[in-house]
């Protein structure tokens, strides 16, 4: 009797590891798994030797890096060269016009990098539109993660200036920092003065960094992987794709799940990327604290994308603008240019903008009324009635915003306006609810996930971490069972991935 085993094709199996554009690389992807438990191997391994170890990670997130954008690797490995090289220039030198003037190269090599790739082609079309110009635009990708790995090495370089940090002497320990995996591609923003020193000291992970961090990468898996997939492909993307063709309620429902979407979807890959880094025996503060609990615009922005918030605020509206060191009018004026900026930098599209100028607005019209009622509002903060009124208006005006974010232009945005404003009615409701039930549990279940208190998490980890493995691997098998049942055959990329 033959037996016909199938031909091993070594060219398909050394694809594999090519980079393949319709199939990148997250944490998500099935070849993550064998690439995360062989490098896991390896860092155990080497866990005792700071430089190897150093080494490992380093090569490891770089390739991780190719698999999930080709060769725009090269850029992170310019980009990380030229920080450090400048960096150890500005501290070695004595005079302040020579530090400015490095800095300032600086500013330049990373800006002018992140506004090539991610604004050439708007400034192409606004000069058609607005000057009669006749450029064509050009055939640009956009790196993966540029805006990340851009804000990295300039508050690298400015915290230097500023003498708050002496630059690291290996390089190696910058290529880690600026390309460390986990958060190379979408977050969070990582202060140097807060990453490297943790490469010098020995390798440690207690029972609770262990369970920690398995509490916080199975969590985010599911925020974003049940969640937020299930509600972007299910309704999301088709009331955004066309609102016109959807009543005011179905716009509105799908707003609704927007906000909750991309809360799940960023701050789930974030809580991954964290849980990995705990892992691995460093600690990346937490990038989202319970956003839609706050009760005001400014809280808001304290709560939501943390990294970015206060990357903003320290190197942007205080070092570059001067903050509030000039006066009250200033002040206003810094606060809605730092947000219109902020809005700037999320993408080459008027929406962004317009959904900058609107929280810049509200954060500079929020401090003139705490300027001027500030003494009532501390009053009535323990007033319950008042603290639900405040964060529901905060919630509703953030949630207007998210209609700027997610519209592709301002036809789709003021279509759903419109929709939700003169096309709103409950007598559709029954029908919405028979097409849409799971949907609508889904989106209940993340905002009830959202108001869980943020020290929940403290209080459930020291019990896991007394569990024995087979637990773990337990926990982990639901999850994945849960994931089947919602596992859609059209990949959803993370939200975040094209900033």
């Not at 770089?62 to 220039?89: E, I």
């Not at 690291?168 to 979408?186: H, R």
């Amino acid at each position: 009797m033959q037996i016909n085993l199938p031909a091993f094709n070594i060219d398909a199996f050394l694809q594999q590891f090519l980079y393949d554009a319709k199939n990148p690389l997250l944490f998500n992807n099935g070849f993550f798994v064998y690439f995360f438990a062989l490098f896991i191997s390896l860092y155990f391994m080497f866990r005792n030797y700071n430089t190897a170890r150093a080494f490992i990670v380093s090569v490891f997130s770089l390739y991780f890096f190719y698999k999930a954008s080709g060769w725009f690797v090269g850029l992170v490995l310019v980009s990380a060269v030229a920080d450090y090289a400048l960096s150890n220039l500005i501290y070695s030198r004595e005079k302040v016009g020579s530090k400015k003037f490095l800095l300032g190269l600086s500013v330049i090599v990373n800006l002018g990098m992140l506004f090539y790739f991610k604004y050439t082609n708007f400034f192409i079309t606004f000069s058609n539109q607005f000057f009669a110009t006749h450029v064509n635009p050009l055939n640009i990708l956009l790196p993966v993660g540029i805006s990340f790995y851009t804000f990295e090495n300039l508050s690298y370089t400015i915290d230097v200036y500023r003498g708050e940090f002496e630059p690291e002497k290996k390089f190696i320990n910058y290529l880690l920092f600026l390309s460390f995996f986990p958060k190379l591609m979408m977050g969070p923003i990582v202060r140097a003065k807060d990453f490297i020193p943790q490469l010098h000291k020995p390798y440690t992970i207690t029972q609770f960094d262990f369970a920690k961090g398995f509490y916080l990468i199975v969590s985010g898996l599911f925020k974003k992987l049940v969640i937020s997939d299930y509600l972007t492909l299910n309704l999301v993307n088709y009331v955004f794709d066309d609102p016109s063709r959807h009543t005011g309620l179905e716009c509105l429902v799908a707003l609704l799940a927007y906000a909750i979407v991309i809360y799940c979807d960023f701050s789930g890959y974030s809580d991954v990327a964290i849980g990995i880094a705990r892992w691995l025996g460093i600690t990346i503060p937490p990038n989202f604290l319970s956003p839609y609990q706050s009760k005001s615009i400014t809280e808001f922005w304290r709560r939501w994308h943390i990294s970015l918030s206060s990357w903003l605020k320290d190197y942007l509206y205080i070092f570059w603008l001067g903050g509030n060191r000039k006066g009250r009018f200033r002040t206003y004026l810094h606060l809605f240019i730092t947000m219109l900026l902020g809005g700037f930098l999320h993408g080459a599209n008027w929406t962004f903008i317009a959904w900058g100028a609107m929280h810049g607005g509200a954060l500079a019209i929020h401090k003139i009324w705490m300027e001027a009622a500030g003494g009532l509002v501390k009053k009535m903060d323990k007033n319950i009635i008042y603290n639900f009124f405040a964060q529901l208006l905060t919630f509703l005006f953030v949630c207007f915003c998210w209609i700027f974010f997610k519209a592709t232009n301002f036809d789709v945005a003021l279509a759903m306006i419109h929709q939700i404003t003169y096309n709103f009615s409950l007598n559709v409701w029954w029908e919405f609810f028979g097409n849409y039930h799971n949907v609508i549990y889904l989106m209940l279940l993340g905002y009830a996930l959202h108001i869980i208190p943020d020290n929940l998490p403290e209080r459930i980890i020291p019990r896991l971490q007394k569990a024995p493995m087979v637990a773990y691997i337990a926990i982990f098998l639901i999850f994945l069972v849960v994931y089947s049942q919602f596992k859609s055959s059209t990949p959803v990329m993370p939200i975040y991935l094209q900033f």
